[in-house]
């Protein structure tokens, strides 16, 4: 069985409680407040530029030209993105560039965040793609299910469109397949590894919306 097969099959309850979590199903309906998308638009932000450097020292450790051209390209659309959002879903949702500014990594970013860079930094290639992975293939299986229950004039159809978009899931197509040809060169205690860090990323992913949905901040002492 291949890696992608494999680690998804390990993962189908984590995927089915993401599916269900309040933030994607009432985004699906038009429903979900606008104080929680913009709460999720900003660390979403802030998230995107941690993920593109985490892509690009991916790129650095790759095996072969076509990797390497594959996610330091990624690095740059992360990168692309993440200032789409200032220009797009921010202005459209009144958040202003004082307001990004002045607002922190909340505990589930920032847990995130250092998860993937330290990741990227400190281990192996194949380890670095399987906790990359996570962010490419949910969002855009995520994105698909949105689509399916979507209801007509989505006030959020511009993100539901991003991710359930040909454009991201040929990029996610293309980076299963590498993942998969790394996995099946990889020892059995190398391909462990990957797992582990894919049901970390996969954990991650899904603290990051729920968080986002109780619109979480660091605890206060006050």
């Known amino acids: 069985m291949c890696f992608s097969r494999d680690v998804w099959q390990r993962n189908q309850a984590l995927y089915q409680k993401t599916l269900a979590l ?3 199903q009432e985004l699906a309906l038009g429903t979900l407040s606008q104080d929680i998308f913009r709460h999720y638009v900003i660390q979403d932000a802030h998230y995107l530029l941690a993920y593109g450097r985490a892509l690009a020292v991916c790129g650095a450790k790759a095996f072969d030209a076509e990797a390497v051209i594959q996610f330091t390209q990624g690095a740059r659309e992360a990168i692309i993105i993440e200032r789409s959002l200032h220009d797009g879903f921010m202005q459209a949702f009144g958040i202003t ?18 998860f993937l860079t330290a990741t990227a930094w400190s281990e192996s290639y194949p380890v ?21 229950q979507a209801v007509k004039d989505n006030p959020y159809q511009a993100w539901i469109d991003t991710y359930a978009g040909e454009h991201f899931n040929e990029e996610v197509r293309k980076v299963l397949a590498i993942t998969d040809a790394v996995a099946a060169q990889s020892d059995a205690a190398t391909v462990e590894k990957m797992h582990l860090a894919y049901t970390k990323a996969a954990e991650l992913e899904y603290l990051f919306w729920d968080s986002a949905y109780h619109q979480r901040q660091w605890f206060s002492l006050d």
Do not use: M, Q
């Open 128 to 148: 670095v793609l399987a906790s990359l992975l996570p962010c490419y293939w949910i969002y855009a299986e995520v994105g698909k299910d949105i689509v399916r």
């Open 97 to 114: 560039k004082t307001d990004f500014e002045n607002t922190p990594l909340t505990a589930a970013c920032h847990h995130y965040t250092s």
């Open 22 to 24: 309040p933030f994607n």
